[in-house]
C-alpha cells in the first residue's frame, strides 16, 4: 500500500497547473494567487514524504516515533514530520479512524436471486467517524496545515452542514477562529447543524442571496477569503475550487480507499469490484475511488441527485445534464443556460445541492474511467427508509442516493460480486426532512 500510495503522489494526477485533461485550473482573483501557491508549497513539502502517505494511509499504525531530528533536516522539515504525527494521531484518535467495513446482510439478501445467490454489499461505515461523515478528514488535516501557515481564522462554507460541523469542531479542538457560511435555505433544513456549529463556538453566517443554498455559501466563504487572505485559511469541504484545493481534498480524503483495500484483502482476499458513492462536489467519492483508480478491473460509480427528474430541470445531476464552464475557481462540468448562466440546482439533499462537481470527477467522466448516474428524491428517500429498517443504519440523504442506485445496479452483476458503497454520512442531520415525505 505504501508503495501505491507513494507513486500516486510521486506522479500526481493534475498538470501543475492544476489541470485535469482540460478540467481544474486557477480562475481566482490575483489576491488569492500567493495564498493558494504557498498552499501548494506547504502541501508538496507534506505530500512528497513516503512517511506521510504511510500516516495517512495506515491511520491505525502506531504513531512513528519523532525520529525526524537527524542532522540535514531543515527546521521546516522537522515542522512538517511533526505534523504528519499530528495528523495521524488525531485520525486514530480523535476521528476513531479506521472506519469499518460493515456486511450488509439483509441488504445483501434483498438483491439474492432465489437459490443463485447475488451480489454482495459492504458499507464504508464512514457515518461513524466523530460529527458523524467522511467531511472530518478534509477538515482536521487542514486546520492542522492552516496553523503550520500560521493562521489563526478559518472560514469554510458548508450545504447539508457536515463540513460546517466538521470544521467548527476542529477549530474548537485547535483554537482556531472560525466562519462558516450556509445559505438561508439550507439553515432551515438543517437547523440541528446550524445549533451544533454554534455550540461549537463557530459563528455561522446565513447567505440570503441567490438560491440561499451551497453555491451562494461558496461564493461568500470565497469573498471572505478575498479579503481575509493574509490571517484566514479556506478550508473548501470537497474536491472543487482552484487548484491545489480538488487534489489535496482528494489527498486527504484518499484515507477511505485505502482503508477498503486493506480491509477487502482481509475480508475476502482480494479487491472489491464495483465501488459506489454519491457525488455532489465529490470529495467522498473521490476518497473512495482514489485508491483504485489504476484498477481497471473495478468499476467505479458515481451518483448524483436527479431531483425531480433530469428532464424536469429541477435537478442536481451536474454530470448527467452539465456542460463545462467555470464556477468558483475551477473548470468542470456545471448546471448552466445557453447564455452560461448558472441554473438552480434542486435535490432533497442539501449536500448534493450543487450546480457544479469537481474537475477530477469531470475528467474520470470524459475518459470513462468512472460511471455516473442520477437518482429522484423518490427514490432517495426510500432507500433512506429501506436500510434503516433492513440494517438499524440511518444513512444521510445523501448517501442514500447511492444506496438507491443499488435497485438498478444490483440486478445486473454476477453471483458473488463484491460492492462496496461508502456510507459517508449519518442521517439524523435529515429525520425532519424526511418526516415531510414519509409515512413511517
Known sequence: MADR???????????????????????????????????????HSLASDAQFQVLLSLSLSPILPLQFSQKGLSQNRKSFHLWQ?????????????????????????????????????YLKREDLNHTGAHKINNAVAQALLAKKLGKRRVVAETGAGQHGVATATVCARFGLDCVVYMGARDMERQALNVFRMRLLDAQVRAVHSGTATLKD???????????????????????????????????FQAVIGKETRKQALEKWGGKPDVLVACVGG??????????????????????????????????????????????????SYLLQDDDGQIIEPHSISAGLDYPGVGPEH???????????????????????????????????????????????????????????????????????????????
Open 217 to 251: 455559501a461558496t461564493s461568500e466563504a470565497i469573498r471572505d477569503w478575498v479579503t481575509n487572505v493574509e490571517t484566514t485559511h479556506y478550508i473548501l469541504g470537497s474536491v472543487a475550487g482552484p487548484h491545489p484545493y480538488p487534489m489535496m481534498v482528494r489527498e
Open 282 to 331: 465529490g470529495s467522498n467519492a473521490m476518497g473512495l475511488f482514489h485508491e483504485f483508480i489504476d484498477d481497471k478491473d473495478v468499476r467505479l460509480i458515481g451518483v448524483e441527485a436527479a431531483g425531480l427528474g433530469v428532464e424536469s430541470g429541477k435537478h442536481a445531476a451536474t454530470l448527467t445534464k452539465g456542460e463545462v464552464g467555470v464556477l468558483h475557481g475551477a473548470m
Open 5 to 43: 500510495a507513494t507513486a500516486s503522489v510521486q506522479s500526481p494526477r493534475p498538470d501543475s497547473a492544476g489541470r485535469y485533461g482540460r478540467f481544474g485550473g486557477k480562475y481566482v482573483p490575483e489576491t488569492l494567487m500567493h495564498a493558494l501557491t504557498q498552499l501548494e508549497s506547504a502541501f
Open 362 to 440: 469531470s475528467f474520470l467522466k470524459d475518459i470513462g474511467r468512472a460511471e455516473y448516474y442520477s437518482v429522484t428524491d423518490e427514490e432517495a428517500l426510500e432507500a433512506f427508509k429501506r436500510v434503516s429498517q433492513l440494517e438499524g443504519i440511518i444513512p444521510a440523504l445523501e448517501t442514500s442516493h447511492a444506496l438507491a442506485y443499488l435497485e438498478k445496479l444490483c440486478p445486473t452483476l454476477p453471483n458473488g460480486t463484491k460492492v462496496v458503497v461508502n456510507c459517508s454520512g449519518r442521517g439524523d442531520k435529515d429525520v425532519e426532512t424526511a418526516l415531510k415525505y414519509l409515512n413511517v
Open 85 to 121: 504525527n499530528e495528523l495521524a494521531e488525531a485520525l486514530r484518535d480523535y476521528v476513531g479512524r479506521e472506519s469499518p467495513l460493515y456486511f450488509a446482510e439483509r441488504l445483501t439478501r434483498r438483491y439474492a436471486r432465489g437459490g443463485d445467490g447475488g451480489p454482495e454489499v
